[in-house]
């Protein structure tokens, strides 16, 4: 049995799968939590991975590594390889100012959301490094003029697995490239002077790899793979083929599809990202996914069985109780500034039960509007594939389709993110024109009503939400 190993380095933890490179077979696995905040010192990912790699038995037998991250995050090194200052990272929303700055200094408004499109494929918002970078350049000065180069979160690792020391050894894929800012999806190569733009110079940046080409070794000798950004990661590992939607319910939430061709989305909506496999990934973004459930559930006092639980009880549309949960601000719609609203409390829908609906409804709805917009940049939808942790909710699975308005397709419980990158390290271990086949099994579907109401009155309570950027 040829053993392959795939990394998850996610916002809130690590995770390690070993597979049967063939088969996908899982052998064994290992998890480490990181610690929280939109700041965080990459020596934490580290021992995270440390510590997630010796439960899960340790790499010596395996064929090929790979590791997949989470997108944006900001690892400024010096000409040492020592880390400047703690990485902020995807959800940090500092930087919301100069995002809008970028903009601006494009022509503004539409002029300057598509010169940007154009440039990389998407506009930028607090989330892309290129704004944490002008950010780190006006506020953070003497850290700016110490960063040597600049890498991702699944670089920094790949790197310090691989045991190199030297800056150029940094290596990077499409996929996690396509969400800095300053990297053209459209022709596959850096934009120096976007970056230069940004932050006043080019530092190092790592080399972007294909799909199949090693960022280096392991001290075994094992290859590392290219690694991922862990939406595309994701993508690999459940499968996913041009019209296929896959909706991720983790710390943000993710709505994708697999395309040939790249977005260009001058409403800055859909962010052309590129994926694992040399095709397109066109994403849209929310900052409020599952932590919506656990807020929910820690108002009522509830566990999330019995919050489940609890939403069931309530009518569809929870008779007219909406809640919208930018609850960290939003990336999509670009309100970084914004908090979350309850609407249509009345004596009738004052019971956990409502509130309970509303919530699921609410976290469901941010997502809708991303299929929606994902359609009208001429994505097919096929089916619509449902993972994540907020997945496990059994009120999450069987609202889905009714705020979705088709059927929705619930893999089993799984570390998609991390298993994707155990695929790509066994495309790297066995070679070929594809990935290997991995079949899912256990697949179930869920299938509802629609009902166009939820939607609606989301839409009319999400429109009174403002930012305070401009409230």
């Known amino acids: 049995m040829t053993l392959v190993a795939g990394v998850d380095s996610s916002t809130q933890s690590?995770?390690?799968?070993?597979?049967?490179?063939?088969?996908?077979?899982?052998?064994?696995?290992?998890?480490?939590?990181?610690?929280?905040?939109?700041e965080v010192h990459p020596d934490a990912w580290w021992a995270?991975?440390?510590?997630?790699?010796?439960?899960?038995?340790?790499?010596?037998d395996v064929a090929?590594?790979?590791?997949?991250?989470?997108?944006?995050?900001?690892?400024?090194?010096?000409?040492?390889?020592?880390?400047?200052?703690?990485?902020?990272?995807?959800?940090?929303?500092?930087s919301a100012r100069d995002a809008a700055d970028l903009i601006d200094e494009f022509g503004g408004g539409e002029t300057g959301r598509r010169a940007w499109v154009e440039a990389t494929g998407s506009v930028p918002v607090a989330s892309f490094t290129v704004t944490k970078l002008r950010w780190l350049a006006r506020h953070e000065p003497d850290a700016a003029a110490r960063t040597a180069a600049v890498c991702l979160p699944h670089d920094w690792l790949t790197w310090k697995l691989s045991g190199a020391t030297a800056?150029?050894?940094?290596?990077?894929?499409?996929?996690?490239?396509?969400?800095?800012?300053?990297?053209?999806?459209?022709?596959?190569?850096?934009?120096?002077?976007?970056?230069?733009?940004?932050?006043?110079?080019e530092p190092t940046l790592p080399v972007v790899l294909g799909p199949t080409e090693s960022a280096g070794a392991l001290r075994g000798g094992a290859p590392?793979?290219?690694?991922?950004?862990?939406?595309a990661a994701a993508a690999l590992g459940v499968g996913a083929l041009p019209g296929d939607?896959?909706?991720?319910?983790?710390?943000?939430?993710?709505?994708?599809?697999?395309?040939?061709?790249?977005?260009?989305?001058?409403?800055?909506?859909?962010?052309?990202?590129?994926?694992?496999?040399?095709?397109f990934l066109?994403?849209?973004?929310?900052?409020?996914?599952?932590?919506?459930?656990?807020?929910?559930?820690?108002?009522?006092?509830?566990?999330?069985?019995?919050?489940?639980?609890?939403?069931?009880?309530?009518?569809?549309?929870?008779?007219?109780?909406?809640?919208?949960?930018?609850?960290?601000?939003?990336?999509?719609?670009?309100?970084?500034?914004?908090?979350?609203?309850?609407?249509?409390?009345?004596?009738?829908?004052?019971?956990?039960?409502?509130?309970?609906?509303?919530a699921v409804e609410g976290m469901l709805c941010a997502l809708a509007d991303g299929l929606d917009a994902l359609v009208a940049q001429g994505a097919t939808v096929n089916r619509v594939i449902l993972i994540g942790g907020g997945?496990?909710?059994?009120?999450?699975?069987?609202?889905?389709?009714?705020?979705?308005?088709?059927?929705?397709?619930?893999?089993?419980?799984?570390?998609?993110?991390?298993?994707?990158?155990?695929?790509?390290?066994?495309?790297?271990?066995?070679?070929?024109a594809q990935p290997p086949a991995w079949s899912a099994t256990q697949i179930q579907t869920y299938e509802a009503e629609p009902v166009p109401a939820i939607r609606d009155r989301y839409a009319a309570s999400r429109d009174h939400v403002l930012d305070r950027r401009t409230a």
């Not at 590392?224 to 939406?231: E, H, I, K, T, V």
């Not at 939003?330 to 509130?355: K, Q, Y």
């Open 167 to 201: 800056l150029d050894a940094l290596r990077t894929d499409r996929s996690d490239a396509s969400g800095t800012g300053y990297w053209s999806t459209a022709t596959g190569g850096y934009r120096p002077d976007l970056l230069t733009h940004a932050f006043g110079r």
């Open 48 to 60: 995270a991975l440390t510590d997630a790699i010796t439960q899960a038995g340790g790499l010596d």
């Open 391 to 432: 997945a496990r909710s059994a009120a999450v699975r069987r609202i889905a389709p009714e705020v979705f308005g088709c059927p929705v397709l619930v893999p089993p419980a799984g570390e998609y993110v991390a298993d994707g990158a155990a695929r790509q390290a066994a495309w790297v271990a066995l070679g070929g």
């Open 245 to 279: 939607v896959i909706v991720s319910i983790g710390t943000s939430g993710t709505v994708f599809s697999v395309s040939d061709t790249p977005a260009v989305d001058p409403t800055g909506a859909v962010a052309g990202f590129a994926d694992a496999t040399g095709r």
């Open 64 to 94: 090929a590594a790979s590791v997949a991250g989470q997108q944006h995050g900001m690892v400024c090194l010096d000409g040492d390889g020592q880390v400047v200052r703690p990485a902020l990272l995807w959800n940090d929303t500092r």
């Open 282 to 358: 066109p994403l849209v973004c929310t900052l409020n996914a599952a932590r919506v459930l656990d807020a929910a559930a820690a108002l009522l006092r509830v566990d999330h069985d019995e919050l489940a639980e609890l939403a069931m009880q309530a009518p569809a549309g929870a008779d007219g109780l909406v809640v919208v949960p930018y609850l960290e601000g939003e990336r999509t719609p670009d309100r970084p500034l914004s908090t979350g609203a309850v609407h249509g409390l009345t004596l009738r829908t004052a019971t956990p039960a409502h509130m309970a609906r509303a």
């Open 14 to 38: 690590c995770k390690v799968v070993i597979r049967d490179a063939e088969s996908g077979e899982l052998v064994r696995e290992g998890r480490a939590a990181h610690p929280e905040g939109t």
């Open 224 to 231: 590392l793979g290219a690694g991922a950004g862990d939406n």
